[in-house]
């Protein structure tokens, strides 16, 4: 009979063996899962006990502020998140500010927007005697802090002013150092950075993109500057270029807000009467500037009230008020790479010619003029800073002492002058006789060139010089003139005093200097001979110059007062040494004659007169 085997035991058999092979499969895959774990997961749990207690007494307590994730993404313990653009985001939880400091200036940068809040110059000083912060703190806060950053869209312009940037370092650094800001929003991404050494020139590196490709912006300062507290300082701000050998001064009429300007440029900025702050671009060929002019409203009275604390509340609200043109400048590369360095500085002589743009041969020498005769001018006030510093340490006596040289220098003109005035008063008499024989010829009528021909060749033969009377006048007039340009522009008498002045390049607060000049002018037209000058067109002149100099410098640097008052003191004492002269008795003599026989006195009074004069002298 056939064995029958049960179902139910085969199937069983089958079963067993298949479990054992499902259960083979999943320990090698439990097995493989642990490895990969341990391999791609950190470990949640020490191994070592006691490494698991030290770790539990670690454990912060409940209660006690905790570092927020961005501190710890800008550690490195936390991965940064990443925004639309595929960047990791970069910001500071908090506003904070780092100070960079040497012996000439001492510059708050603060980490928002990554500008500067305060630029102290150590050596210069403002109204109140304290170290000049040349940041325009009013106009800064409506237009723009220095060292911020323009681009083309006023929106993202406005979000970098106000983004938190991360930076390398905070608190108080003592120059040579560097300081860099870094701040991404995970599609913008823009870092700055500044090196910094022992002179007024600092280096700046900008860098911004967006989705990994260059954007262009700009560093920029916006406008204004710390000393600016009255309607002249205002006036005297300018855009200064150069580039391609020429350079460029341009008032604020002439500057359109927002206008781009291309390359070359040596350097480029703006400045006012004494301070400057400007861009020297690594390569001038592609460098780009944009100009930027805003109109701030400033109280009627702010010579006294100052700008630092905006308009007063009461001015506000009378509307007592007056714009006045504030000037900027942003420079930039056409590879959206910045590299400049930067001037922010007074603007000294010694100091301005040591400044070097990419080019050696260029330097900011340029950057201070002192109008027409400025050549004129920079020979005197190098000769002022040479007397400054080797005869006397105040700038006042300096130009005490270089008027006295220069008079001094002038006295053989002078003395050259009386004598062609003395040969021009003897002649005068034939003079006048020639002219009476054309007086009754029109001034068209051609005959008159006959006399002008005879009147000439009198000159000619009794070796009159028609111009010796006009030649230190013609000397001095430059030299007065080059004064006038270059005493108020020098920032070496900001602030310089001498004796009851405080400041020798703002206008003498009592008046004192012209109104001594005013006198002074007078005294000289009086006592100076003007040999063949009508006496009542001399009596006019000695009124008209006094009034015309006054007028001139009643506001004027007193600098300029000074240099006129002492120039006056000299020549009236030199003219009356030399109105005791032989030379200046007989002029004097003829003088007189001259005038009573215009005045149609007898030729006995005339003589009768003579010895009054000589028996006065």
Same mark, same amino acid.
């Given at each position: ?70 501190? @710890? =993404? +800008? *550690?490195?313990?936390? &991965?940064?998140? /990443? !925004?639309?653009?595929?960047? $990791? ?70 979000? @970098? =002013? +106000? *983004?938190?940037?991360? &930076?390398?370092? /905070? !608190?108080?650094?003592?120059? $040579? ?73 341009? *008032? ?11 390359? $070359? ?353």
């Amino acid at each position: 009979m056939a064995e029958f085997k049960n179902p139910n035991q085969q199937g069983a058999q089958g079963s067993n063996s298949n479990l054992l092979v499902l259960m083979l499969v999943m320990v090698v895959v439990f097995t493989g899962l642990q490895f990969y774990r341990s391999k791609h997961n950190p470990q949640t749990a020490s191994p070592n006990p006691a490494n698991s207690q030290t770790a539990a007494k670690n454990t912060p307590a409940a209660g006690i502020p905790q570092p927020s994730a961005e501190l @710890l =993404r +800008n *550690a490195g313990e936390l &991965p940064a998140p /990443t !925004g639309a653009g595929g960047l $990791p985001t970069l910001q500071a939880p908090a506003e904070t500010t780092t100070t960079v400091e040497n012996e000439l200036y001492r510059i708050t940068f603060s980490n928002k927007g990554a500008e500067v809040r305060s630029w102290l110059l150590k050596q210069q000083r403002d109204s109140d005697g304290k170290p000049l912060d040349l940041v325009h703190e009013q106009a800064a806060a409506k237009f723009g802090y220095p060292l911020s950053l323009f681009t083309y869209d006023p929106a993202l312009t406005a979000g @970098l =002013r +106000n *983004a938190m940037f991360v &930076p390398s370092a /905070t !608190g108080d650094l003592r120059a $040579p150092n560097n300081l860099s800001f870094e701040f991404s929003d995970g599609t913008t991404h823009v870092k700055k950075t500044f090196t910094f050494d022992e002179t007024y020139v600092l280096h700046a590196d900008v860098e911004v993109t967006r989705n990994h490709a260059p954007l262009r912006a700009l560093i920029s300062w916006p406008g204004g500057f710390g000393d600016q507290e009255n309607a002249q300082a205002y006036a005297s701000t300018q855009l200064d270029t150069f580039g391609s050998g020429k350079e460029a001064h341009d *008032a604020p009429k002439k500057i359109a807000g927002g206008a781009t300007l291309s390359g $070359p440029f040596d350097w480029a900025g703006v400045s006012d009467t004494y301070f400057a702050a400007i861009f020297l671009p690594e390569n001038a060929g592609t460098a780009s500037l944009v100009t930027l002019r805003d109109d701030l409203a400033v109280p009627k009275d702010f010579r006294k009230n100052g700008l630092g604390h905006g308009v007063p509340a009461k001015d506000a609200a009378k509307g007592a008020t007056i714009n006045v043109p504030l000037l900027g400048a942003a420079i930039g590369d056409t590879s959206g790479h910045v590299r400049t360095r930067i001037f922010v500085g007074p603007k000294l002589v010694n100091v301005l010619k040591n400044v070097h743009a990419a080019d050696p041969s260029v330097t900011l020498g340029p950057l201070l003029e002192f109008g027409f005769f400025g050549v004129i001018g920079k020979y005197l006030f190098l000769a002022l800073q040479f007397i400054h510093a080797h005869i006397a340490s105040n700038w006042g006596w300096s130009i005490v002492i270089l008027t006295i040289i220069i008079n001094g220098v002038l006295l053989p003109l002078r003395i050259k002058t009386m004598q062609s005035g003395l040969k021009m008063q003897r002649i005068q008499p034939e003079m006048d006789t020639i002219k009476a024989r054309y007086k009754s010829l029109k001034v068209t009528d051609p005959k008159r060139n006959e006399m002008n021909a005879e009147i000439m060749e009198l000159q000619k033969r009794e070796g009159v010089n028609m111009f010796g009377g006009c030649i230190p006048t013609l000397i001095q007039l430059p030299l007065l003139f080059a004064f006038f340009g270059m005493l108020p522009k020098v920032v070496e008498l900001r602030h310089a005093h001498w004796g009851w002045i405080p400041d020798l390049s703002a206008a003498d607060p009592w008046h004192i200097l012209p109104i001594i000049m005013v006198v002074s002018q007078f005294l000289v037209q009086f006592y100076t001979p003007s040999p063949g000058v009508d006496p009542q067109q001399q009596k006019m002149m000695a009124f008209m110059m006094p009034a015309v100099s006054g007028y001139m410098t009643w506001n004027y640097g007193a600098g300029l007062a000074l240099y006129w008052s002492v120039g006056n003191l000299i020549g009236i004492a030199q003219q009356a040494v030399m109105n005791r002269t032989s030379l200046g008795r007989e002029m004097r003599e003829i003088a007189a004659r001259r005038a009573l026989r215009k005045a149609g006195t007898s030729p006995a009074m005339q003589k009768s007169s003579g010895k009054v004069i000589q028996g006065k002298r």
